[in-house]
């Protein structure tokens, strides 16, 4: 059997957490027709992703600590289809998809036909109509603070000299993304994603992933558990004043899961019919531009396209365009309101698990207290005061704790 | 691979975008040319070489990038007769810089023209900052390097020897039961002092800890210009530093940072143990007495020096370093690996310390001088003059500088060539704590 990796290298926002939950929960009948996903955790990827990429990520690279080398050596290890997925690595510097590639048994100088795997890219791209709005959302959900507006300035900034724009175009730019990764490989070898426009049934996305990724004919569960919602305008300029406000007061510890999870994920991502996020109507030739160049380069290059390129350009702009800087106050203080009692739910349920926990804590005591009380207790610790009252007593103490093999002191 | 001659080492006018008779592949040859060149040990800039025409073939599958590129060339320049240098060179060619914001640059009339892409430029045109990102990455490799090799050499055995670091416990556990004090305030002179407490036998109570009832809480300090040094210092060499300014700036409506807020740390611990129990040392020269130690340990109680850059070359291997060990060996390693190789780089190349701006100047007296009066008010016990607190601005101290991107890569090129960067460390005063 060949042995051969499929790479699925981003880029965000185009579904990449579905696939990446269908592959993790669908392990065993990936592998009983011969397809590897190597993880032990949902997030195994995302960890070799930072290890590969020398990516500090709020604490979990101390995590990632030679993750990627592991996960390398499990598809190098087995002779058959493995599949490795996460957008980050979008991000990786050539440097970085040399050594990447080459630990998979890729050799730059070596033909085709003698290389020891046979290394596919994948690359699930969208509009930047809707990537945009989207990374500055998910900007918002990282703490930050900066205004669409200012997004938008620092993306179109011909040197990107800000760290959002930096990594907006490291992970949004599918030519560059493409050269990086994929340039020494045979143009069949490198397959295009493209994502449908918005209202399209979900299964035309899975179809072209199922395609790329060579899972057609597998019995899958499909069934979705992990997603990474969004919001509407409102919601989001509520988040980003949240931020304004709380940053210097929560740990990042507290506000993933209470700003980012419990406000963002699960309860103002339910409110459906507030204005979605768009690109202003005077930004939106600029990235459609920047899209028709992109498409020129990717058609010339002869990659294996899944959908249609043309379906970069995206939706034309929207008349009913609303601005996240200046958002209707009447929709952020409804917002503000659905925040409030998602967060008085949250508060009551962690009142409910400190009760259960108190409970506990109160039952482990009196179960104490009762031991304490039984005669066979009182006889021992007579025993114990009795023989540390003198020196061969205590001799005989040590050794009996010696054997015990713990501390017994408070006994 | 040796490409067919460098060229003069004249100094380059700057130039792009001459070389358009030549295709793609001319280009990158001359590029690998070049690649090879510096890896002979050329010192010739991009913009020179490309004038040289000379060319070789690939030796991997993508030109190393722009920053790397320049920063062998700067090794070069300093490091031309080193033995450890070609060493260096294939490693600084395969490094990444650590970090979002560090896109590789590609080299300006290697590539084709396209329509996508930050556009390709001259090494020559890179900033000091834009190298330091990879240099600071190999440091953090070399430092974990030599820390692994003064374990396995035993030189470091209080850390390494499981028996040794039991027995140290042991000592520490037996030495805070005894009754220890506790030492806050100026977090790198407090850090030398509860050092220097440990090294000596001294009872010492855990952090957070308010010590043996009766022992007086020491608050240490001085003025305060030293102070926001020091506590930055710290900070840099803990892991995750600001810069110098924005640190500086970082105190809520103007007041200053709150690790050398001694007013709050004091009133916090006479909230705990009462204020008479509260012992403020503002001056140096007089904590013998504070802690009633002899004279002599006067000079054991001074701080480390470390020169401006190095402090800044801490804080910035401190993200890279995080990356390959864990989060709170990451203090250790930049402590007792780190410090003890700048100190070791000052004999040779002596550089100076870190100041306040002088922008801030006067900001630093007037809150000197509040902390200086609300400390008074609060009548702690004192040992000396509460005085030593606000910067006399007549002192004639060395000149200071503020960190400078230049100096910091000289400091960590020589780093980098150092033989015993890579295997060893000299054994310090740290690998008792």
Known sequence: MTRRVLLHVGTPKTGTSYVQDVLFRNREPLAEAGIRYPAERFDAHFLAALDLMNLPWGGLESEAIGAWDRLAEEARSHDGTTIISHEILAHASPTQTGRALESLGHRWDAAPGEQETEVHVVISVRDLVRQVPAEWQENIKHRATLSYGEFLAQVRDPERRSRVASWFWAVQEIPAILERWAHDLPPEHVHVVTVPPSGTAPEVLWGRFSQALSLDGVELDLEATRANPSLGVPETALIRRINRIANDRLAPPDYRPLIRETLAHRTLSERRDSPRLALPPDAHPWFVDVAQSWIAVVDERGYDVIGDLQELVGAPARPDYADPDDPDPRQVADAAVDAITGLALEAARLRAEEHRLHEELAAAHRALERSYLRPSYRVREKIVQLLEGSRPGRVVMGCYRRLRGRNSSSA | MTPSGPPDEHHDQGQQGHQGHQGHQGHQGLAWGWVAALRDGSSASWAQWRRSGATASPTARDLPGAQQLELVRRINLVGAGSSTRADLVERVFTASATGRGLPERTLVGAVPERSWGLAPLDPGHLSDQDLLGVAATLVAQDLVAADLAARASGRQRSV??????????????????????????????????????????????????????????????????????????????????????????????????????????????????????????????????????????????????????????????????????????????????????????????????????????????????????????????????????????????????????????????????????????????????
Request: proline share 11%; no cysteine; hydrophobic share 40%.
């Open chain 2, 160 to 433: 390494s020897s499981p028996g040794v670091a039991v027995a140290r416990r042991a000592r520490h556990r037996m030495l805070r039961r005894r009754g220890g004090r506790q030492v806050v305030g100026d977090p790198w002179l407090a850090w030398t002092v509860r050092d220097e407490l440990l090294r000596t036998g001294r009872p010492l109570a855990p952090p957070g800890d308010p010590g043996r009832e009766g022992r007086p809480v020491v608050v240490v300090g001085q003025d305060l210009a030293t102070m926001l040094v020091g506590a930055w210092t710290a900070r840099a060499f803990d892991g995750g530093a600001p810069s110098w300014e924005r640190w500086l700036g970082s105190g809520r409506g103007g007041a200053v940072p709150r690790p050398v807020d001694l007013a709050r740390v004091a009133r916090r611990w006479g909230d705990v143990v009462g204020a008479e129990r509260v012992l403020l040392a503002p001056d140096p020269t007089l904590l013998p007495i504070a802690l009633n130690l002899p004279a002599r340990a006067r000079r054991r109680l001074a701080p480390p020096y470390v020169s401006a850059d190095g402090v800044d070359l801490a804080r910035r291997v401190s993200a890279p370093l995080g990356l390959l060990v864990p989060r709170h060996e990451r203090r250790r390693v930049l402590r007792r690996v780190l410090l003890p190789l700048l100190r070791a780089d000052l004999v040779e190349h002596p550089s100076p310390p870190l100041v306040v701006p002088d922008s801030r100047q006067a900001w630093v007296v007037r809150r000197a001088q509040r902390m200086r009066d609300d400390l008074g008010a609060a009548r702690y016990p004192v040992v000396g003059d509460l005085q030593a607190l606000v910067p006399d601005r007549a002192d004639h101290r060395p000149p200071g500088v503020v960190p400078d991107a230049w100096g910091v890569l000289g400091l960590t090129i020589r780093l980098l060539l150092a033989p015993q960067s890579l295997t060893s460390h000299p054994p310090t005063k740290e690998t008792t704590r």
